[in-house]
């Protein structure tokens, strides 16, 4: 039983990913609209770019690590 | 994750999706040590013998106009450079050797991983952890080598309310050694995760009607999994940089 609750608990964390989703392509949707308006800066900004993209994938990634600890661990 | 019960009945997965990440001694037996040659081995030696060959084959007839493997090689020199000079500053350029040889470790290592029936160490966070986790220590060393106690003001943001600060240091300190383990499991996660969904999608293959959809599902899928493989070990890299920025420069 509690490994069962286990996995269920492996799966709401999941949902981590989606709302990581949701951040990665906040940031990229932005990056984008920004660098259609001004192109030429946009080469300049793609460092910023990754860097954010990483640091919002970074909440993802946690429940990500809680689903595996869930899964493997308890 | 071996020891799962596979779905050997029909229509089911014949594999499980993981088994592409067992490690296995390449010399027979069972037992792994600390000194076994295990097909991880094997395949971070090949990701060394593939960076020498890049570098140092690749760059020994050099030429003014450059052959295919030397103008590869120039460009990521010539992109890690930039990468190291723009995000973690001038002053940095003399860790441009360790950057450039996790850059090019991890590239090569994921797209040794993409090919069929090849093994992806990057996949693993015994190994990625390692990288991280030398990161880390190199980025605090440095850090307090270079500033001292003054490194620790990376902590204490002074721009912020006076009130405010001591909640923020809370919050610094957890993000400063929480660093590694998004560090590495990014890279981990993503490469294992795309792996397993390409041979998520091979074991639906084996049912006729969905044969057609999961072979073009795969196409893309690997497609996707070469810009990941790319991308994550940029993202590796430049996250390296903006750590080593923090440590260089740790004023806010």
Known sequence: MEGQLAHIGAGLAAIGSGAAAIGVGNVAGNFLA??????SAAASQTATLFIGIAFAEALGIFSFLVALLLMFAV | MASEAHGAEEGGLVF??????II??????????????????????????????????????????????????ELAYGFIYKMVEDVAGKDAVKFFPYIMTLFLFIVMANFLGLIPMSFTTTSHFAVTVV????????????????????????????????????????????????????????LAGNVMAGHAVIKVFAGFAAIAVVSPVSVVAITA????????????????????????????????
């Open chain 1, 34 to 39: 920004g660098a259609l308006r001004n192109p």
């Open chain 2, 24 to 73: 296995k001694p390449l010399f027979g037996g069972d037992h792994i040590g600390l000194f076994t040659i295990t097909n991880a081995t094997l395949w971070m030696a090949l990701a060394v013998v593939a960076v020498v060959a890049l570098m140092v084959v690749g760059t020994r007839r050099r030429a003014i106009v450059p052959s295919r493997g030397q103008s590869i090689g």
């Open chain 2, 131 to 186: 990288l991280a986790l030398l990161v880390f220590v190199t980025v605090t060393v440095v850090g307090f080598v270079k500033n001292g106690a003054g490194f620790l003001g990376l902590f204490w943001v002074s721009s912020a309310p006076l009130p405010l600060r001591p909640i923020l240091a809370i919050i610094e300190v957890i993000s400063y050694f929480v660093r590694p383990v998004s560090h590495s499991i990014r």
């Open chain 2, 221 to 252: 899928m690997y497609g996707l999994e070469v810009l990941v493989a790319f991308i994550q070990a940029y993202v590796f890299t430049i996250l390296t940089c903006v750590y080593l920025k923090d440590a260089l420069h740790p004023s806010h």
């Open chain 2, 16 to 21: 499980h999706p993981m088994d592409q990440f």
